[in-house]
C-alpha cells in the first residue's frame, strides 16, 4: 500500500497548496510503465487539493500511440484506485515526450536516425553544443554528422539532445 503524504501550506487567499511524496510515486509509476514495455521520461505532479493534475510522459523504440497511452492511463487509473482517498480527486494526462524534450534514453535514439540534433556534449570536462545528423548508433556511442565532419560521441557523455523538427 502506498503512503501518501500531505502536507498542507498557506497560499494566498483561502487556496491551499498540497506537497506529496512525489518520489514514492514517481517510482510506482515508473514500475507500471515498464510494466508495460515503455520507458518511463517524466512525471509533473501540480494542482492543489481540489484538483492534483499528474502529466506522465512516456516513450519506447517504436513510438507512443493513442492507444498505448490510454493503456498506461487505465493501469495508472487501477493503481490511484487502490491508494489513500486523498488521491481521488485528480486528472492524468498520459503522453510522448513530444519534440521540446530532450531524449533520455540510448533506446531512444533509434528512432530518430538520420534526424537533426542539437547536441550538448562533454569533452574534457568542457560542454560543447552543436547540430548535427545522427547517422549511425554503435553500441553506446552515436555517429553524427555536423556539416563534413562526422563525430562519434559516447552516450553518457551527452548532456542534453534535442530532435529538430523540419519544415
Do not use: W
Not at 492524468?92 to 533509434?110: A, F, N, W
Amino acid at each position: 500500500m502506498l503512503n501518501l503524504i500531505f502536507l498542507i501550506r498557506p497560499f494566498v487567499g483561502d487556496f491551499c497548496f498540497m506537497s506529496i511524496d512525489k518520489k514514492h510515486i514517481e517510482s510506482e509509476i515508473k514500475k507500471i510503465v515498464e510494466s508495460l514495455g515503455f520507458f518511463f521520461i517524466e512525471l509533473i505532479i501540480r494542482g492543489d487539493k481540489r484538483q492534483l493534475v499528474f502529466e506522465i510522459f512516456v516513450d519506447n523504440e517504436a513510438g507512443v500511440t493513442t492507444e498505448n497511452c490510454a493503456e498506461i492511463s487505465r493501469v495508472i487509473h487501477e493503481f490511484f484506485d487502490t491508494v489513500d482517498d486523498e488521491i481521488s480527486n485528480y486528472r492524468l494526462d498520459v503522453s510522448s515526450p513530444g519534440v521540446d524534450r530532450p531524449l533520455k534514453y540510448l533506446k531512444q535514439y533509434t528512432k530518430h536516425l538520420n534526424r537533426n540534433f542539437i547536441i550538448k556534449y562533454e569533452v574534457d570536462e568542457e560542454l560543447k553544443q552543436l547540430k548535427g545528423k545522427l547517422i549511425q548508433i554503435i553500441d553506446e556511442n552515436l555517429l553524427f554528422l555536423f556539416g563534413k565532419e562526422e563525430i562519434l560521441i559516447p552516450f553518457n557523455k551527452i548532456k542534453e539532445a534535442k530532435v529538430q523538427i523540419s519544415f
